[in-house]
């Protein structure tokens, strides 16, 4: 069974129709990439994900109960961790109190997980360091570890690499890869950076108007010409 599943969703704004029966799964372990050009309704799937827009109809389950009612503090509690596009960081705290908001339904006092440490390194030298003082790269890298904090079964992603310089993109790829493999979470990765995506993708969905109009294992991108699918 799905960790995630994505059943028949639409989505209106004012009169507009921005997700037409959009269906997609998220799997343990794997790494759902959502792809598409800009204004196809991305975003806004992930905000129907996160509870930040309700969907008109359709439905989403997430580990097996219904979500599409909850609100986006039960779906955080209940295990989706969400890095929106443009980080959201806050800018006058610290490096650690950022990853402190990222505990903040956790019971008082509960401890910054050592391993974020592990997964970027650059956080444990700069825990003291105000958020708006990092790099674009650093900022991702702090909003993924924020994320993960509280140890989500599903981490979303939305267009982790805009505007990052390719040394982070590698490394962000490396650490989206690793807490795949482990097997104990699923990744929806909307991403605009084609080749960042196919390396990552177990499985890939193309949106275009509003519609998912392409979608199967990411191992069959190439051969589909995929790349074309969503090329600007």
Do not use: C, W
Not at 104 to 122: C, D, N, Q, R, W
Not at 144 to 172: S, W
Not at 183 to 205: K, P, R, S, T
Request: hydrophobic share 40%.
């Amino acid at each position: 069974m799905s960790l995630l599943e994505v059943k028949d969703v639409n989505q209106y704004y004012g009169g507009s129709h921005i997700l037409r029966n959009v269906s997609l799964t998220a799997e343990l372990g794997q790494v759902t990439v959502v792809l598409g050009r800009n204004g196809v309704g991305k975003t806004t799937l992930l905000k129907s994900l996160m509870g930040l827009v309700p969907i008109k109809s359709g439905a989403i389950t997430f580990d097996g109960k219904a979500i599409d009612k909850a609100t986006p503090y039960e779906r955080a509690r209940a295990g989706i961790g969400f890095v929106p596009q443009g980080r959201e960081i806050f800018g006058r705290l610290t490096v650690q109190e950022n990853l402190q908001m990222g505990l903040a339904y956790k019971s008082g006092g509960t401890p910054i997980p050592a391993e974020l440490f592990e997964l970027f390194p650059v956080l444990k030298q700069m825990l003291g360091r105000r958020g708006g003082d990092l790099s674009g790269g650093q900022q991702q890298q702090l909003a993924i570890a924020r994320a993960l904090a509280a140890g989500p079964k599903l981490l979303v992603l939305d267009e982790p690499t805009e505007g990052i310089q390719p040394n982070i993109i590698k490394d962000i790829g490396k650490v989206i890869r690793m807490l795949a493999d482990r097997g104990n979470m699923a990744i929806v990765l909307v991403e605009q950076y084609y080749d960042f995506a196919e390396e990552l993708a177990d499985q890939y969905v193309v949106m275009e108007r509003g519609e998912v109009i392409a979608s199967g294992p990411g191992s069959e991108m190439q051969a589909k010409n995929i790349r074309q699918l969503v090329a600007i």
